[in-house]
């Protein structure tokens, strides 16, 4: 079993929807982050969570410690949103190694 | 600002070949990342530098070796190439180690046939 896991593995969406990702991990950690990577390739950090929520723009981000579960909300979805996501926890006494979920693909259609 | 600068984007080696990954920051962040991503797979670490002068091994560092030259420069270097080795590899830097968020380069997508 993965250390982290995200559902759905792959999500299309018509434009303006509001759209949630998940994230599950087995491990204790000390902060979760939410990346986006673009059709390019590009990797871009979105949030970086310990607890509770964070919003930027029309993304949310929260985190429930106790069950080891974040989630990412778009609100009014729009096709630059097209990207894959990617949650990423670094573990509690575990130096620098961050462990990274496999992703979920979102597709926007207009 | 152009943040975290890797080169080159695109490399194609045949097996045996060696190329070094040039990566540079100008955050003057302390903590460099190495990592590669395949297909289907999370990001996986292959070396770490929490600071200048110091490197690491993370999860996949077999085949490679780094060079932490400065605070601004981490090198991957693959001294003989494999098929297996074929991925796109992402430098990454951060403030402080895994406290702060990461800032990646664009990447490399290298082929070894």
């Known amino acids: 079993k993965n250390e982290v896991e995200q559902s759905p593995q792959n999500l299309t969406a018509q434009e303006g929807e509001f759209i949630t990702i998940n994230c599950s991990y087995s491990v204790g950690i000390s902060a979760l982050h939410w990346l986006q990577q673009h059709p390019g390739g590009g990797i871009v950090s979105l949030f970086m969570l310990s607890s509770g929520k964070k919003k930027h723009g029309r993304l949310i981000a929260t985190i429930n410690i106790q069950e080891k579960h974040s989630s990412l909300h778009i609100t009014a979805s729009h096709p630059r949103d097209s990207a894959v996501y990617i949650c990423?926890?670094?573990?509690?006494?575990?130096?620098?190694?961050?462990?990274f979920g496999p992703g979920t693909r979102l597709s926007v259609l207009p | 600002n152009a943040g975290v600068t890797q080169t080159p984007k695109f490399q194609v080696l045949k097996t045996g070949q060696s190329m070094t990954l040039q990566c540079a920051q100008d955050m003057n962040h302390n903590s460099m990342y190495w990592y590669r991503q395949d297909p289907g797979m999370g990001l996986r670490l292959i070396y770490y530098s929490a600071s200048e002068g110091t490197t690491d091994k993370g999860e996949v560092p077999n085949g490679y070796n780094v060079s932490r030259l400065n605070k601004r420069e981490f090198s991957l270097r693959l001294e003989s190439a494999a098929p297996s080795q074929t991925s796109v590899y992402f430098c990454?830097?951060?403030?402080?180690?895994?406290?702060?968020?990461?800032?990646f380069g664009n990447g490399t997508r290298l082929t070894v046939t």
């Open positions: 990423a926890v670094r573990r509690h006494n575990y130096g620098q190694n961050f462990v």
């Open positions: 990454a830097s951060s403030e402080v180690q895994g406290g702060s968020p990461l800032h």
